[in-house]
């Protein structure tokens, strides 16, 4: 390497490492250096003079000092700051004018008219060949938000970098296009690749989003379904508790009638009479309450057209719909699904006659608790008064009570 270029590289790395902001995340020095190394590369496959190497090594590594004096016009400033630094090594005016024009061939949209000019622009647009180009153009887009050029979204970005690699850019030199194009093409296909596969993600959360829309809101189907479980809860513990009531006095009936009321026919036994029947009758009216209680209520099970459309019927409750044919319900089905308010509604009149239902149960079962206590206080008392005042004399030959 010559003493200029030795210099050159000095002067450039000092300058892009200590006077370049921090906002320059794609020019900086590492950029420079790739530029320099993609212009040697495609110098190697050509005959140069020693010469035109230096000028065009020169121009590689100034290219970009310019953004250090700002971004507006940044490759006059580079033309500035390498005539200077050439000015001091007596290099004539040809050789600065030519360095000038290279550094003016990395404009967007110039058409180099040069050798040296091609390849400098092949140099400088190297990256697009490169594996990691979609990580390098995302690292442009930070920076040209950071400097306030222009602010892209992801998908602006993509479409911008897709419309360059197909009608923009295009490589000058031989070497290039034979070395870097299938890189380029690769990266290009990554990119129309990322492009579908984003638009079907949008397609889908669109569709998400308008599925949403329309269904019902998170928080009101929980509500809704927190609301009907309990309820189907309450009615479960209901259905229960009738149940032991039931059992417990179908036993006690079934010992009495077993054990008890044989033996009342015997004179001496009269005064059990009264305690037996109030016994008997707090039992029978306790059965009555808990079978009323458990007593389902089925409805006509039956709709009109009309009622549909007037929303007047619940088709969640199986007693509106159990005697219509399928293709009737199924046709009112759909029409409900179709109506949000609908479907509301229908939600609200089922949780409405479920709580009149668990009313009704909780009302019987409640009596049906209070008779069955009465009735055994009762019971006893009517046996011990039995036993105390009409029977002592007969206390022997009383007859075996039900354990």
Sequence with gaps: MSNILEKAEQTVTDLLTHSLGPEFLFHNLRHTQRVVASAKEIMESM????????????????H?????????RHEESSCDIVEEFLKSYNKTEDYIKEVHGCIRATKHFFEPT???????????AA?????????????????????????YSVREWRKKNIEMFRAEHRFYTKHAQENW???????????????????KLEKKENLKAKLKNQSPDRGIQTLYRVTLRNHIKLSDIADT???????????????ALANLVPKLDNPSNDYLYYPTFVFIIFSIVSMVMSILATRPNVTRGEFTKEDVRSKKVNLLFFGNFHKMQLEQYNWAMMELIKDKEYIYKS?????????????????????????????????????????????????????????
């Design 181 to 199: 194009q299938k890189g380029k093409d690769k990266n290009l296909k990554k990119l129309i690749k990322s492009k579908k596969k984003r638009l």
């Design 47 to 62: 005959d140069f003079s020693d010469e035109q190497k230096e000028i065009l090594l020169i121009a590689a590594w100034f």
């Design 127 to 151: 990256h697009m060949a490169q594996k990691d180009y979609l990580a390098v153009a995302e690292v442009l887009r930070e920076e040209l938000s950071l400097l306030g050029i222009a602010s």
């Design 347 to 403: 939600l609200t009149k089922d949780l409405y006659y479920l709580g009149v239902v668990l009313e009704r149960k909780y009302m019987l079962l409640r009596w049906t608790y209070t008779i069955f206590m009465i009735g055994m206080i009762l019971s006893v008392i009517a046996f011990g008064i039995a036993l105390k005042y009409f029977g002592p004399e007969r206390v022997l030959n009383l007859p075996d009570l039900p354990q």
């Design 241 to 255: 508790k009738a149940n032991i009531l039931l059992s417990v006095n179908a036993i006690i009936i079934s010992l």
């Design 64 to 72: 970009d000092v310019g953004y250090t004096k700002g971004v507006e």
């Design 114 to 124: 040069s050798i040296t000019e091609q390849i400098i622009r092949d140099a400088d």
